[in-house]
């Protein structure tokens, strides 16, 4: 038997943590007594008898017990390695589990042992390392766009906040210092601090010429203390071969060698670097920050004729709010008034404003026109739209590309290999061939600086993070890097049928009548007006589109699988299938034959009879989307096979295939379209394109899954890729979002690594020195940032 069980009954924070939930389903899958374990945002599910219900609850609550789980909001990350120090700072603490950076958020998610490691541990790593922390439930009432070095000293990290106000207020130079601090942390501070000085030591020189290396070395050294203080903190926490340790050993050379006025350069030019990285990445996050801003903290909640600000995580479904002209819907909603005008732009990237009628869904963050309009709200707070948005862009930086994964690892053993081969250049020349000593020893701490990783390292994560968030503005759900980079190496697309490829609803495409055809069609409607069965529901729609008003129905039945009846003004009228009135359509020679081409054309045909005479023929048909044609056509110029992977029967599938130019397996179960997959893996990278449960096993065995944004949340959790405004035309565009991306990550690649070749040869043969080295390696990594930032101009 199939049980479940509610997640947030037993671990609420797992709803929103990744982790949480593998560490749940890797305890739960080795138990014997259960089997098709699924483990979601929501549920937990899995078939077995009744007694692993208790099991699984046990687990549950040991998982609890064990593990406790934080967010943090943290400041001042110039770039993603800078979120990498502090991931693996947090991580090497006793009894941490995982700890998480979302640079793209600025956000630290940690799972922890709270009998061995507290909360207030983890946040002396982070603020050791000289970074800003403020708790996350604290920081969602606070404006999103937040200065990058807020204050260091805001110790709100835990719940307990014990300390009164007034002792703050007593100790007036703590508050004062703090502010110092603050001041000193603001890269552009540092660089004004620096700045300063060195125009100094420069008028100074000017007037004692003499003490001009005294007034450089005290620019050089006061430039050098923030520097030289986030590298004890960073070898403190066991980074050991940070850009901060390479300037700091170079500068102390320099000075040692009497380069001061050179030092005291290098240094000057460090921190504009430093200050230029903030800047980009501040931009590089602009996407996602503009999502974030867009969730109001504040709804208008109606109680009969008033209505009341509340927070909006304190709605729940079937509430209704109120939306002013100007403001952004707090939740998803359904429309209660006559029409509502929206601008869901900042959602979907469709420009021009849509109209919501009575009933229609509208999602969280989109921005209301024109009048006040009223909602119910239809999601569950931390579960709208918006969130989910936020959520997959959040999480997708877990899933990161392999040439993102590869120079990780590159850079782990790059960097200190690098400082090997500097030693080795300061010390063989002169030791084995006589050279001096001075000249080879300022050739290495010039190579120590063209070595750094810095543009290396944030080639990959600044084009994946721009162009995710540049999708996400465009309604396109990329959940990490990885799917970007196998998404442009795809080979085949295989599609599903209902709802992706066609409506998802069938429309009338043919009437046959051998009498009157509106009183065939007024007979057939008024029968099927009670059914919810979809055929039932196109013919009455035809009907409605036909302006007939339909009379009543008496004695109504259906006969499941078969046929509708009742009696209509006196008549006795049946809507069935061919089958169930196969010997009356088999006595018209010629209407028999219709039958067979209709089906031949993949159409469902049913036949309406009037006291018991044979009146005519309704053919129905899922019909192809207007734009369906065209995509293919483009997918096929861009060298991309396609195929259609659907469970209707071979007819249906056979005509819709041949009508839009693409070959078809049908009459496939959800398991037989995961061998379709495996055979089209021999060519190649596999796309897999669907709306419903059955194509969710599809999705997550592709290399990548692609859900229509129309389709079940089911499909949603298992694809890779979710397209927002459910619009096929979007498919070409993620394939050209993949290829734009990975060709962008190579030039960057190329820059970095071209740049560092360069300046390698020409301080070796002695053209360049340690101005040169610095100007290079911040270039590098201002021209990777900006080339990467092309990626968030993209438009529909």
């Known amino acids: 038997m199939s049980y479940r069980l509610s997640l947030s009954d037993y671990m609420p924070e797992a709803e929103n943590c990744t982790d949480c939930r593998k560490r749940i389903f890797d305890r739960l899958n080795v138990l014997p007594e259960i089997s098709n374990l699924e483990v979601t945002r929501k549920v937990i599910a899995w078939v077995g008898g009744e007694e692993s219900t208790s099991t699984i609850e046990t687990v549950l609550r040991e998982v609890r017990d064990s593990h406790h789980h934080r967010a943090w909001i943290v400041g001042g990350m110039d770039c993603p390695s800078c979120a990498k120090t502090i991931e693996k700072a947090v991580e090497r603490a006793s009894g941490v589990h995982t700890a998480r950076i979302s640079f793209a958020r600025e956000r630290l998610t940690t799972d922890f042992d709270p009998e061995q490691v507290s909360a207030q541990d983890l946040e002396g790593i982070v603020k050791g390392l000289g970074y800003s922390l403020s708790d996350e439930n604290i920081d969602k009432a606070l404006p999103v766009t937040r200065e990058k070095s807020s204050c260091c000293s805001s110790n709100v990290g835990d719940h307990d906040h014990s300390a009164p106000k007034s002792q703050e207020l007593t100790q007036p130079h703590s508050i004062w210092l703090d502010q110092v601090q603050k ?405 018209n020679k010629s209407l028999s034959d219709q039958v067979a081409v209709l089906l031949k054309q993949g159409k469902t045909v049913v036949a309406v009879s009037v006291d018991g005479t044979l009146n005519g023929l309704i053919a129905l048909r899922d019909e192809p989307r207007k734009t369906a044609q065209d995509v293919l056509i483009e997918l096929k110029k861009m060298n991309i096979q396609t195929i259609m992977l659907t469970g209707d029967n071979p007819k249906t599938g056979n005509a819709l295939g041949q009508q839009l130019g693409l070959s078809v397996k049908a009459g496939l179960m959800p398991q037989d379209k995961l061998a379709e997959i495996e055979k089209l893996r021999q060519n190649g990278i596999v796309v897999m394109v669907g709306d419903g449960i059955n194509d969710a096993p599809a999705l997550k065995v592709a290399d990548v899954g692609i859900a229509m944004g129309g389709g079940t949340d089911v499909a949603l959790e298992a694809a890779d890729i979710a397209l927002m405004q459910n619009r096929l035309e979007d498919l070409p565009r993620l394939i050209r979002r993949g290829r734009d991306t990975m060709a962008n990550i190579h030039q960057n690649v190329a820059l970095a690594l071209g740049l560092k070749g360069i300046f390698l040869v020409t301080t070796l043969l002695g053209f360049t020195g340690l101005w040169m080295a610095v100007v290079a390696d911040t270039g590098a990594t201002v021209l990777v940032t900006l080339n990467a930032l092309r990626l968030l101009r993209d438009r529909p």
């Open 183 to 587: 001041a000193l942390n603001q890269s552009w501070s540092k660089v004004a601090l620096a700045g300063g000085f060195l125009i100094v030591a420069v008028v100074l020189s000017q007037i004692w010429p003499e003490n001009s290396r005294i007034f450089y070395s005290i620019s050089a050294l006061i430039g050098m203390v923030p520097i030289f203080l986030n590298t004890l903190r960073s070898i403190r926490f066991g980074q050991y071969f940070g850009i901060q340790t390479l300037m700091t050993v170079a500068a102390i050379g320099a000075l040692l060698l009497g380069e001061a006025l050179e030092a005291s350069m290098v240094l000057f030019l460090f921190l504009i670097g430093e200050a230029l990285e903030q800047r980009a990445a501040n931009k590089a996050r602009e996407g996602v920050t503009l999502l974030l801003a867009l969730q109001p903290k504040i709804a208008r909640l109606v109680n009969g004729t008033d209505s009341h600000e509340v927070p909006a995580e304190s709605l729940e479904v079937g509430d209704v709010i109120e939306v002013r002209p100007g403001e952004r819907l707090p939740a998803d909603g359904v429309v209660l008034d006559q029409i509502s005008v929206l601008d869901e732009s900042a959602l979907t990237g469709e420009s021009i404003p849509c109209n919501r009628e009575e009933g229609e869904a509208a999602l969280a963050g989109a921005l209301v026109l024109e009048k006040l309009t009223r909602f119910q709200v239809s999601s569950e707070a931390g579960d709208n739209t918006l969130d989910r948005i936020i959520r997959l862009i959040e999480e997708s930086e877990e899933h990161k590309a392999p040439v993102a994964r590869f120079i990780d690892r590159f850079s782990s053993w790059y960097t200190p290999t690098m400082m090997i081969v500097a030693l080795l250049v300061a010390v063989i020349p002169p030791v084995f061939f006589a050279e001096i000593w001075s000249v080879w020893i300022y050739k290495a701490l010039t190579l120590l600086i063209i070595s750094c990783p810095c543009a290396l390292v944030i080639s990959v994560p600044a084009a994946v993070t721009s162009s995710l968030a540049a999708s996400a503005r465009n309604g396109l759900l990329i959940k990490g890097g990885a799917a970007l980079e196998i998404l442009s190496r795809a080979k085949s697309m295989a599609f599903d049928k209902t709802g992706t490829l066609t409506e998802g609803k069938p429309e009338v495409t043919d009437i046959l009548s051998l009498v009157d055809e509106l009183e065939m069609i007024t007979l057939a409607a008024a029968v099927e007006r009670g059914s919810g069965h979809p055929l039932a529901t196109a013919i009455v729609a035809y009907a409605e589109q036909k302006g007939i008003s339909l009379p009543a129905v008496k004695d109504a039945q259906s006969i499941t699988g078969k046929a509708a009846r009742g009696e209509v003004n006196g008549l006795d009228v049946i809507v069935g299938s061919t089958d169930y009135l196969a010997e009356k359509i088999n006595d």
